[in-house]
Every structure is written in structure tokens, then in C-alpha cells.
């Protein structure tokens, strides 16, 4: 989701993290030999490369805008992408429905339907000017797997029920509000959420009832899964980030997820004419806040200076901020906004993420005494608002071990080759799993994505690696049979 353009500084840090001898092995299949040829198609390419990307690119096509992407929660585009998914689903034999969240699902039984269930989910909505893999590929290629298990008969023999998940809304770009879906089936999403309107004052509620889908305060309660009822949750994401790329691999598993602290910060002033007020008697709010976005920074690049004499962050935080903390100032406004006034308002976000959460509070203490201090001295008023708090989410051991074995087993299968130790890379975007994990244990698979882009119409995933992560996810349910 929200990671667009990792900045260039992140690539230090996952590279500390990767467990990885750094040998970039080609991992695509050379010239196209005969035995190539037959090997290639016993690895089921129709179905999990040609036909996976057909309908990345046709899913890429449901747009509510003309000439991009663009997919918002229940908009009449997502109905459309809903109703295209469930056919692909039920081509791949799973039982299908939609819940009062507007959430997809599709589900195989397996032999033993009192088992606990595995469940494998991404989103299909998308940000403004989206690319088409984002969400999309962790749900197709999950299709894409179990309709080889159906083509081969073999859906039967799953040890446990499986189903795939297409939540309604990650990004949360129309109610500004992350996770309506993957957070109402992990019972986390709070009642209140079905009041939030969207900018023309439309509520979740409204929305969901324009669609025919009935939501109450009890129907969202009810959606919550009982966690006895499941083994786990599994999601392949595209990485959004250039480390696999870097390294040459195609598949990382994910380590865990950084937690994130979103601000807002109103800085006021005094309101004034820009030739008749001296500069000594200004109280300007524009400058106030450039040098607020100067301090962030340099908290934010050498966050050991500024918290040692804070005092209230150990040893192993410090270090753990030192590789991961990552803070933005993305959005900006200021009132009134012409060239010939001193504004009296300015207002800008800041996006702070690390994965370590008490170093991430520790940072957020630091950070709103050094600001209120600065509007002190320059004798304007500051308020600061935090708009949403997401901890820090550990991938599950035993389940990411698994998922790296069938990554491997992936790459292997494709080029022949032993490959060494698949990567383990952390998350600086918050993804689905992390709303999951506070139903059952999560595990998350990265796919390389070129030059590391993502939400944005440049964001490309090489065919082959279509293949390999449906590979990797067929191998996966293959160690559930
Ligand atoms: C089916 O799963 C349930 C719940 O885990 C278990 O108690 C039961 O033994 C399983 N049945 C078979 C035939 O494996
Ligand atoms: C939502 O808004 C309605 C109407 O204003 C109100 O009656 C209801 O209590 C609100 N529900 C929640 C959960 O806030
Ligand atoms: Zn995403």
C-alpha cells in the first residue's frame, strides 16, 4: 500500500536484513530447447504465466477513470473487477460469496472440512494511477495455483479447507481509513468505521446498502472469524521496493512488517501582507514549518543523536531505528495560498514508520517536544495530530519457513538450478496481513517488481516471475496435501 517510491535510503537497511549469499543467478529459462519446452509446460505455464498475466492485464483494464487505474472501495469498477474475479475463482472449482464488508471470497473444502483453514488473501482495490500487480497478483496467482491442483484432480487431497480472499479495501483511498476489509474479517475494524464518509459525505454504510450489500453494527461484528477455525494467513505481494531486483532473485520472504505513526501538523501564524509587514515582526507559519520538515528529517536519518539524551529508548531500538526508520512529509497545504501573502496556516502530514515500536514512539515523543519547542520560539501556534498508529507485525516463523521452502522449491523447478537461500527482506508498507495478524499467524512472499515501483502505472512484473510466484504458491499448497 502506502510505500510508494521506497526511498533510495531503504536499500541500506533491507540489505542489513537480508539473509542472503548476494550471487544474482539468472533465473529465466535460456533458449528455448525441446526439453525445455516439455519441461515448461509440465510446470503448468498456461495456467500460472500466460493465463495469470491475461488477467492481470484485463483486471488492470476495470477502471472507474479513464486512462488509469483506478479501483476505490465498492466503486462500480470494483463491482466489476468483484464479479470478474468470482468467475476465475469458481473456473478454479472454489465456493464462492461475498460478505457485508464487501469482501470476495472463494473456498475448497479439501478432505477434512472441520480442519482449520488456510487462508490466502490480497486487495482488489487500488490507489489513484495505480499499477496492475499491486493486490492483484497475490489474488490471481493464488486462483491460478489451486486451478492447476483442479486441473490435476487433486483439490480433494488438500488436508485442509482453503480460501482465497479478495478484500475490499487496503489503500483506503476513498474514507482515508486502511483495511476496511482484512480488518473486519480479523474483527478489528471498529463499528464506527460504517459512519466515515468519503469526500461528497457518501458513509461506508451508504455505500455498502447502494450495493445491495445489508451492513449493521451486528453483521459487522458477526463477519469476525473464530480463530479456532483457522491454520493461517498467506499473502504474495509485489515487493514495491528495489531490493530483489538489486539481488536478482525473484522471490523474498517477508520478515515482518515496520509499524507506521501518521501526524498531521497545523502550524498558525499571522496572517499579513507580504510588503508591508518587517520580518522581524512576522509570525509566519510557511517558514515554521520548513524548518519543522528539516528537523524530521535529521531526526529521522541519525535518530541515535537525537534520542540519547532523551534517554527513553534501550540499546536494541536505537539500533533497530538506525536501519529502519523511514519519515515523510508528503502532503502540504497552506491558507491562503497566494504569492503575496504571509500565509496564516500551514498544515502537512508526516508518515514515520520503523519496525521496532517502542524506538517508533520513542521517535514520535522526540519528534512533538522538538516542534513544540521550535513554534515556541518562533511564536507560532502548533498542533499535532495523530491520525493512525499501526504496530509493528513479526512474520510467523513456521509459516515463513514453509513459504521459503516453496519459494525455493519455485525457483528450483523453473531453472533447474540449486539456488542459494532465498532473501528476507522486511516490509516498509503495511499490507493485509498485518490486520489478519490479529486473527492467526501470517506469512507474506515478495515478488520483484522492476525498479522497485509500485503505485504508479510504471509498476512491471516480468512474466516469469508471474509464473514463479504461482509456482511458490502451488508449492505451498502442495505442503498442505
Ligand atoms: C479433521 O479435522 C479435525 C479438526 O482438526 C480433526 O479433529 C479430525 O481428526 C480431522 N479428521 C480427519 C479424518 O483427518
Ligand atoms: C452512526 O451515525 C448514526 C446517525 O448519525 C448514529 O445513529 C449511530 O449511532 C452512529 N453509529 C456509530 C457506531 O457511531
Ligand atoms: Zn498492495
Known sequence: MTAAGVPHSYIPFSLFLLLLSSSSSHLYPGTATAEKQSKTRSLHSEILRDEAVARLNDLGKVSDADGYLERTFMSPASVRAGILIREWMEDAGLRTWVDSMGNLHGRVEGMNTSAQALLI?????????????????????????????????????????VEVIAFSDEEGVRFQSTFLGSAAVAGVLPVTALNISDKSGVTVQDVLTGNSIEITEESLLELKYDPASIWGYVELHIEQGPVLEWTGFPLAVVKGIAGQTRLKVTVRGSQGHAGTVPMSMRRDPMAAAAELIVLLESLCKRPREFLLDGGNCDEYSLESLSTSLVCTVGEISTWPSASNVIPGQVTFTVDLRAIDD?????????????????????????????????????????????LQSAAYTAVHRMTGEIQEEVPVLMSGAGHDAMAISHLTKVGMLFVRCRGGISHSPEEHVLDDDVWVAG??????????M
Open 121 to 161: 488473501g490480497s486487495h482488489m482495490d487500488t490507489v489513484v494511477d495505480a499499477g496492475i500487480f499491486d493486490g492483484s497478483l497475490g489474488i490471481i496467482s493464488a486462483i491460478s495455483a489451486l486451478k492447476v491442483l483442479k486441473s490435476n484432480s487433486k483439490l480433494g487431497e488438500l488436508k485442509r479447507p
Open 358 to 402: 517502542v524506538g517508533r514512539e520513542a521517535v514520535v515523543y522526540e519528534l512533538s517536544n522538538k516542534i513544540y519547542k521550535i513554534c515556541d520560539r518562533r511564536s507560532v501556534s502548533c498542533i499535532i495530530e495523530r491520525k493512525h498508529d499501526a504496530n509493528a507485525v513479526i512474520c510467523d516463523r513456521e509459516l515463513s519457513a514453509r
Open 471 to 480: 509456482l511458490a504458491v502451488l508449492a505451498f499448497l502442495e505442503s498442505h
